[in-house]
């Protein structure tokens, strides 16, 4: 059992306002996340306590204590200020896991902007879209990823200040800013931006099936729950090293790699590599990881590698484990009992829900291959595809959909409040996946109720990958979709019809994906493609995904016409 108590009673006996008495959310009317994840652990009396162990992957390692974290993120914020940036202009950050990122994202918030984090594999098309979206005033970034900003600058005229962060001699280009903070005076004090709890704190960028990626859009009371998710569910304690294997270009990266830890005052180890088993576990090793956040991929990656593998370490010090992002398959589950000597937990949520939101809580029986059940303060349930109406009758499937209310919710998508209101039926908020609960009130995931593939954990837009293909010169027609993929869980496959004057051929397949990898990610990268004549289409016009997407997982579509309002 672990040190949190049970479940059950958690759920009955939780309000938020428990989580907000222990954080002393609003105590002399501060609000601001920034302060929450350095000044206050500080005046704790924890200052020289390590906020971040940082491993870059040439192995070099730099330590930072909380009181660092607080002067380093006061000099971010000091710069921002004096550079013109103003409060609630949206600050991206687009960089490697280093410390900067970490760091700069508190100064960001202590300033009032708002923190629009970007996946430094993201390529121009990728960066562009988002950018031009959120109007974004600045950007902090390294020498290896300016080139892609600089190629966008004529096109992002509201983008200002472009700031460097390891510029050492390297000569910038035009209006670019060098700022290094490890050369510049300490700031002991900042005057950090008088938010309230509405005050919109960071800007998640996230695919739908239609249109251009949305940002979600959350407030700084959002803490509120990242902070009570991190201490019961990743079960953390002072004692901990915890170690986060998503990037902050993402949510999970942001939610538990930053703002939940450092709110507890935990130390957190960071590891700027992409995913390598050996290293991986020698990284545990040397850190003594005790608490570790990771995905099924990567689970599934390990698993590939054996536990012959895993044997050649002293893992020992590993006593909590915990996934997100896809299904986690129960034989992940089984394995990593038989390799660690504990099971991943799994937990469920969203770039919207901005925290854990379904989860195997600690101590509860796990089923391997379901999520288990909402997290105190969260009312989940499924809804019926037509009328929205709960569905009551164990082991149905219906969407997975949550009443509003939980303090880390998304408030809007970014310009987009039409389709932040479709996402609410019946005073549900829909996340969009489908799922049945069984007779003891077990989440089992069953699928996404769109067509947004999800690769390794990430979700990538169809739309977004299309309008890429239709951009190369040789693609008339196209579509993506997720096909299934033993590892990633799926992997982009892509249906095109060429122009005329155009041939299939390997050469052109190559071509096109890197076309893709370059304009996007790595990740939105058709791993497949499949020439085809003409794409299904419905009477007006509109391409059948869903159609390829059934035969790419060998499903029955049955009758095609309910297609027609896809
Ligand atoms: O489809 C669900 C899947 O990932 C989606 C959310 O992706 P994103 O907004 O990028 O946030 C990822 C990190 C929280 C969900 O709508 N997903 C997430 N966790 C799980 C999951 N699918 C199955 N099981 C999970 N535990």
Redo the contacts with the bound molecule.
Sequence with gaps: MSHIGSYDERYKNFNWTIAEKELDYGNNSIYNIGYYCSDRICEKGLGNRRALIWQGFTGEVRTFTYNDIRIYSNCFATFLKEVGVRAQERVCIFMDRIPELYISFLGILKMGCIAQPLFSAFGEEALLTRLDDAKTRAILTTKKHIHKIRRLRAQLPELTKVIVVDAGDKPLENDEIAFDMDNVPNVDHFDIFKANRDVPSVLHY?SGTTGKPKGALHVHSSIIAQYITTKWVLDLTADDIYWCTADPG???GTSYGIIGPWSNGITQAVYDIGFNAQKWYAFIEKHKITVWYSAPTAIRLLMKEGTELVQKFDLSSLRHLI??????NAEAVLWSEQAFGKPFH???????TGSIVITNYPGMKIKPGS?GKPFPGIIATVLDQQTFEPIRKPGSVGLIALKPGWPSMFRTYWNNKEIYDSKFKNDWYI???RSSIDDEGYFW?VG?DDDVI?TA???VGPFEIESALLEHEAVAESAAVGKPDPINLEVVKAFIALKPGYEPSDDLMINIMNFVRKKLSPLAMPQEIEFVDSLPKTRSGKIMRRLLRAQEWGEDIGDTSTLEND
């Design positions: 996230t993402w949510v999970t996934s997100v992002g896809e299904p986690l799994d937990s469920y949520w969203q770039t919207e999520m996340c969009g996946d995931f996404r999800n954990g990430h979700l």
